[in-house]
């Protein structure tokens, strides 16, 4: 079942409004208000167009209306270039003229200190009171090229159309991307500008454009999250529908603020933006450049059955560096059938070589270039083609492409060409590109665009759902003991209690489980052992009895001096696997999950994941996945596999303890003990929040 | 003091002939030995040029010779497109008319199966016997801008002049990429394909390089090494006078093969090479963009006397951007001066952030980015700066550019820009071509190409003397204990030697030093202790005298017809830190040294780091820094600090033996003990070849 991303229906004014109107558009070229109302009137949109001007006259062939109340209907949208100081009653009037959304593309705003800062709010409490939604301050406004509608001041033209949908918090990046696009050759759907974000935030355009027909992936450029649960939430139900890119920055901005427990000094904030993509389901870039890459393959590409790619080129190097890329990428060199390279064969020179990477040689015609690759993608091994294609020596690269392109325009599976060169492969990179077929200057470049459909394709076929869980609410756990807590949620720890005559010791015993360890309670007493303090490996109930009375007497007649509280009973623990598992609540998404090598070490290792609670069953063994204390888990060398199911219910037990005691602020069992059966936390630590 | 690298004399002929023949000259337009003729003497090569065919005639107004002999002085290099069976024969003309340089463009030979392969070994066998070096099979030859000479049968025009200089090992990838530069603005200074490597190898023609007064970076496209050893020799000695920057791939080709150790099993083969390359100074580039985007700074910029980069924006994100992919390279944000920060917000809006990335806002004028630049140049807290250039809104990019670009040439210190778009910015980037100034289309690339520069001048600072030690060969270690080969070298061991007596117990115990164990030395007894025949901390000879004498007439007392032959001795060694140390022969780069995390799960945890025998204190602390295992030495939490420099000691001692007996092939110490002072090896493996 696929859900339905949720919108908000106060936003589809920026999206399709009947009439849209330009308060601060002027007649000096130089200024924004002119931008403005050119790229309107230009961009081809099929609405009524009005300006507001402090002047009367005329622009575009429209009059300039000195007030706002003057302007016909239908107005559904305004575009606010107006001082700082005059913002909050322009806004106030749009709500009473009847419009319900705001562009303020102005700057002077929070981002220029305290007095911008108030009047922002003052925006916001007007926008909120009136009725307006509000996008920006400090913002570039919105771009739709299929509608058409463009909001912006930029330099015409028009961004191309296409499929990726671009929301920005940063207004020069956009301005930079859509530039730097024109030469890349691919387009946009849509575009929107948040600037300062006083009201309408990345959340909350999410499931915009995921609405949007036009647009099949969403790009994410991002500085900071507004509310990581809500984006989380929202961008779950949005990558279920269409694949999301995000490039995150101010990666390395926040220090990390001092945390009691190994879990919260590991736990940097970028992690849980890591973790929070994660379990969106969003594909987190590490550069722009990266970003686009991916996008464009998500845009036009058919998603891949897994990640056996077949490489086809008309040279040995480039076809090595592809096979290398295809490795470092996550994926591998698809093993060809016998009947594939029986066919490549005949079609092929003795000297070339069938096997994958499959290497035509220098000779290789448009035509080989053909035959060979509908041959790799009739193999039921192959799920994806990379073709590598620099200037043939002999051929054109553009006769190529032009015989390439029916294949990989009928295939099922993601073809993509490593287009080498540049002068001498410039026709052929105009024939791809209108034939909607990726091209990518390198193989590295083409590898990691293949993993991203890779990727893509594996979230897709994920949905795991959720084990259902009895829920075992605690009202208020600070007044319990760390023990009973974790109790409540079925987690087991090796709890001492004490035993005060030997019949609570045979019920103590029997509570906790035999076999079980005695130590005398005094005190007094510091070495235990060497006063017949401690007693192993007590089998029964019998043994527990005799065990108090006998122990008692003994420690009083080596110290009669000596206080006795009782004895403490702890369930004696197996030899096993021990791991740290923890929880840090994260300020912007919540309870982060660890789970990795405990001991002292674990700082200094490193060899933890994280993933947001709460946990579903894969989640966890994605975490078990990415660390070496999770692999060990199943044995290794002379070290026995334990109950790796244990750790598994452990950590979902854990999420669910975090996400529902609010006032638990980081918590961590370091050492959990994974045993043959079972798992048993050793130690546990909790810090509560003020 | 400089080491000019060795130039091999004999293959000057290749970079400076009096004269050429092109041996299969074609007046036939689609043939190769037209197109190398073409480009002979298109290039402007200022010698004679010469062309032998099967058929009289004329080509490019010069005659076409039918026999070698004809041809006249002078002449030193041949370039022969000749079926491979007549190429024996060809390079047996060579020499005698006196050409002892041959370029071999056909293919046809080792590549092609074992006729071919045949072939060719018997053109190195004429090679050799007639004093004809060879360049090829299978190449396309040589270029030289600066000369200038075309050998090869590239379409033109030739690549534009510059300096770098590139070795491949890839004729389609030499191609691709000379296309390729022509588009991204830089250009080369030689190039060498080095084909099938029949006789002239990268490790050859890298020397050359280095000596070509217009070369200012060598670029080394790989594939394979010729021979490991050589290879490195050769290029430590180059990367001290130019920088070196290769992309080898093939990176998970080979195989791992089975191993005898833990160290054999993690040191794949791609790991010799990165330690190969890190030995050699050769900074390794993960894909041929990064490759060529690190070429270009180290040819043009100035190297940084740290890392410490200044940012200059005129918008926040891509200055957000940009301060990540600082962190990411291993840069750090330059902190500025006081002075600094007051004199930039003297020349900048208050709204601008004078702080670190120094964002001047949208309306920077090319005055304001010149003003910046000069005053974040000056800050002596600034070891670089990253200028970043979006279509600004206000002006034209050019405009910048020229502004900038006086005080980038005559800076000491890299500067390098983030020239964002494509149409908008093309007169810039222009501009800033023609100035040598080296231009990127995002912050992540500009970041990469100064820790490029970073690094070089890290390399550069960072010429250790090995550390002489006295040497121990041992003539043949097959015959020696471990133990006896390990203290020829000086490494402790934790050894055990049997005494058969009293006399013989007090002697062992004072060559092994106190405190020591004893243990009965009996086939027949399984539990030592139980018998008493186990006996700690012994502190002196008086009781290891009676020690042995009590201890066997003990065991004897209770096990009367267990047959001893004595007690085994064995230093007590105290606790310490544990890492595991070992040297697996590589096939191509000799001894691979291994320090990290030892036990039993040294392969999972896979926190080791690797680098070439012999060691230096320098390379053994940087493996240190690589790891955990050498990170914690100094103490972590409650772990006490140990002897690092006993490591570091045992690393070179170990280094030495493996590189003076070369019949070891795997050797491993795991764990080698690290105390308070000094460190014991506990436990030792050697394999020996066969």
Request: proline share 6%; charged share 20%; with cysteine.
């Amino acid at each position: 079942m696929v859900i339905i991303p949720r919108m908000d229906s106060s936003l589809t004014s920026f999206f399709n409004p009947r009439g849209v109107v330009v308060i601060g558009a002027s007649t000096s070229p130089e200024k924004l208000g002119y931008g403005v109302a050119r790229n309107l009137v230009q961009s081809g949109y099929a609405g009524a167009i009005h300006f507001v001007s402090q002047k009367q006259g005329q622009l575009f062939e429209r009059p300039l209306y000195t007030d706002l109340a003057q302007v016909p209907d239908p107005v559904d949208l305004a575009i606010l270039i107006v001082p700082p100081q005059a913002t909050p009653e322009t806004i106030k009037a749009c709500g009473t003229r009847g419009i319900h959304a705001a562009i303020i593309v102005s700057s002077g705003f929070r981002e220029a200190g305290a007095e911008g800062a108030a009047l922002e709010r003052e925006c916001v409490e007007i926008g909120h009171a009136q009725g307006v939604r509000l996008l920006g301050p400090n913002c570039i406004g919105t771009l739709d090229t299929h509608l058409p509608l463009d909001t912006t001041f930029l330099q015409p033209p028009m961004p191309t159309r296409g499929g990726i949908g671009f929301i920005s918090h940063s207004g020069a990046f956009c301005a930079a991307i859509i530039d730097w696009a024109r030469r890349q050759g691919f387009g946009f759907s849509q575009l929107v500008s948040l600037g300062n974000q006083a009201d309408v935030n990345e959340t909350d355009m999410l499931p915009m454009l995921a609405a949007d027909v036009h647009t099949r992936v969403i790009v994410l450029y991002m500085e900071s999250v507004s509310d990581g649960r809500k984006f989380v939430d929202a961008a779950r139900a949005v990558t279920r529908v269409k694949p999301v890119v995000a490039l995150k920055v101010g990666r390395f901005e926040s220090g990390q603020k001092a945390a009691a427990s190994h879990t919260g000094a590991l736990a940097a904030s970028d992690i849980a933006f890591d973790a929070a993509f994660e379990k969106a389901g969003i594909l987190r870039a590490d550069s722009a450049e990266q970003m686009f890459d991916w996008a464009r393959a998500l845009e036009t590409c058919p998603l891949p059955r897994g990640k056996r790619i077949g490489i086809l080129t008309n040279a040995g190097g480039p076809g090595v560096i592809a096979a290398d890329s295809l490795e470092t990428n996550g994926l591998l060199l698809a093993k060809l059938n016998e009947s594939t390279l029986k066919a490549l064969s005949a079609n092929l020179p003795p000297a070339a070589s069938v096997q994958n990477p499959v290497d035509m040689l220098a000779s290789a015609s448009p035509e080989q270039y053909a035959t060979c690759l509908k041959l790799l993608l009739e193999d039921k091994d192959v799920n994806g083609v990379m073709v590598i294609l620099p200037p043939p020596p002999m051929f054109k690269a553009e006769n190529a492409a032009t015989a390439l392109i029916p294949l990989i325009q009928d295939s099922g599976k993601p073809v993509v060409i490593a287009l080498l060169g540049s002068t001498l492969i410039e026709q052929a990179a105009q024939t791809f590109q209108l034939a909607n077929v990726q091209t990518y200057p390198f193989p590295e470049r083409a590898a990691s665009a293949l993993s991203a459909l890779v990727k893509r394709a594996e979230f897709l076929e994920s949905k795991q759902t959720l084990k259902v869980l009895e829920t075992f609410r605690v009202s208020e756990p600070k007044d319990k003991s760390i023990e009973e807590l974790l109790a409540a949620y079925g987690i087991q720890t090796a709890q001492i209690k004490l035993a005060r005559d030997e019949n609570e010791a045979v019920s103590i015993a029997e509570e906790l489980g035999f076999p079980f360890v005695m130590k005398i309670a005094s005190p007094d007493i510091l070495h235990k052992s060497d006063v017949g303090g401690v007693l192993l490996d007590i089998k029964d109930s019998q043994q527990a009895r005799s065990g108090y009375t006998q122990m008692v007497s003994r420690v009083k007649s080596v110290m009669p001096g000596a206080r006795i509280d009782g004895v403490h009973l702890q369930r004696q623990i197996p030899n096993g696997q021990e791991v740290i598992v923890g929880m840090v609540r994260d300020p912007q998404f919540g309870p982060l999950m660890m789970f990795g090598s405990g001991g002292v070490e674990v700082e200094g290792l490193k060899d933890v994941a994280f993933a947001l609670a709460p946990l579903n069953q894969f989640e966890v063994r994605e975490m078990m996945r990415k660390t070496w204390a999770g692999r060990k888990l199943k044995g290794f060398r002379n070290i026995p596999a334990v109950d790796q199911d244990s750790v598994v219910d452990v950590l979902i037990k854990l999420a669910r303890l975090a996400v529902e005691n609010e006032s638990i602020e980081e918590i961590e069992i370091n050492p959990l003990r994974v045993l043959e059966a079972g798992a048993v936390a050793i130690d546990v630590r909790i810090k509560y929040g003020v």
